[in-house]
Nanobody, 122 residues
Framework: QVQLAESGGALVQPGGSLRLSCAAS????????MAWYRQAPGKQREFVAS???????NYTDSAKGRFTIARDNAKNEIYLQMDNLKPEDTAVYYC????????????????WGQGTQVIVSS
């Protein structure tokens, strides 16, 4: 079984920074593309940023220039550095990954974490 676990969510003031982490564990053979999504109260889950195994990144427009996604392939972890946070960034942030699972003959599958809460408020 493969699990994704996020951490780092917190209450932060507008203009502040947070660093989210997501670790893949269990029978992970390798992590392919991984990404961050978020879901604000009353809204649909939306894409924030993604990163391929090779390090190519993609961001939603609202994250460009403020958020940075990174990964450590040796640890099967990704990170989201969020700077200049705004109240509209308040959401539950979810980690997503396309991972190869040893217990499933290394077949790639899509996995989600349980989410970590980010609240931006004064």
């Amino acid at each position: 079984q493969v699990q994704l676990a996020e951490s780092g969510g917190a209450l932060v003031q507008p203009g502040g920074s947070l660093r989210l982490s997501c670790a893949a564990s269990g029978t992970v053979f390798s992590a392919l593309t991984m990404a961050w999504y978020r879901q604000a109260p009353g809204k649909q889950r939306e894409f924030v940023a993604s990163i391929t195994f090779g390090g190519w990144t993609n961001y939603t427009d609202s994250a460009k220039g403020r958020f940075t996604i990174a990964r450590d392939n040796a640890k099967n972890e990704i990170y989201l550095q969020m700077d200049n946070l705004k109240p509209e960034d308040t959401a539950v942030y979810y980690c997503w990954g396309r991972l190869r699972d040893r217990s499933r003959n290394k077949r790639p599958g899509d996995y989600w974490g349980q989410g970590t809460q980010v609240i931006v408020s004064s």
